[in-house]
């Protein structure tokens, strides 16, 4: 009777956590949905606000909407799929639209001073998606040395387990199975 109490409840428990996951999920879409309509309408109203300009400033200002529409699209995508991945994916689609609004900026220079800015600009472009790679890569490091040191952490409790016998051993073993995630 017992082992039906248990199973039930567990089922009960189960059926929960089921229920609220796609509760979460249909939040979270829809607020990645909000995030991507919102830089839409952002870009729209920043881009008719362009079209008061002329020449170069004009070109600066277009860049400058669609840099800040790729921006907010790329974060909103990052926090709906919460991966490091594409954090580093918006970082580097932020860098991209960073460079495209310096290159605009640039075309209003000409001659070395123009050759510089371009210059300047990707020598930025480059230091800003490198930043964005090393730091996936950095937390994919410390994820494992963290993994690592719970394997070791685990290994030494076990160990010290193995010293005791009977329900005191078993007691142990559970402990440091808890603790440690295994």
Avoid: W
């Amino acid at each position: 009777m017992k082992k039906i109490l248990v199973n039930f409840l567990f089922g009960a428990v189960a059926l929960g956590f089921a229920t609220v996951a796609p509760a979460a999920t249909n939040d979270a879409k829809a607020t990645y949905k909000a995030a991507k309509d919102s830089a839409t309408a952002t870009y729209k109203a920043a881009r008719t606000e362009c079209d008061t300009l002329k020449g170069n400033p004009k070109d600066v200002c277009i860049a400058e909407a669609k840099a800040a529409e790729k921006r907010s699209k790329a974060e909103a995508e990052a926090q709906y799929k919460n991966t490091p991945k594409e954090h580093m994916k918006a970082r580097i689609a932020a860098a991209d639209a960073d460079y495209s609004v310096a290159k605009e900026k640039c075309n209003a220079e000409s001659g070395n001073a123009k050759d510089v800015c371009m210059k300047e600009a990707k020598a930025a472009h480059t230091k800003a998606v490198v930043d964005a790679k090393s730091s996936e890569k950095i937390g994919e490091v410390k994820s494992e040395a963290k993994e690592d040191k719970s394997n070791a952490d685990y290994k030494v409790a076990i160990e010290k387990c193995d010293s005791m016998s009977g329900p005191a051993k078993d007691a142990c073993v559970a402990s440091a199975k808890s603790k440690y995630g295994k």
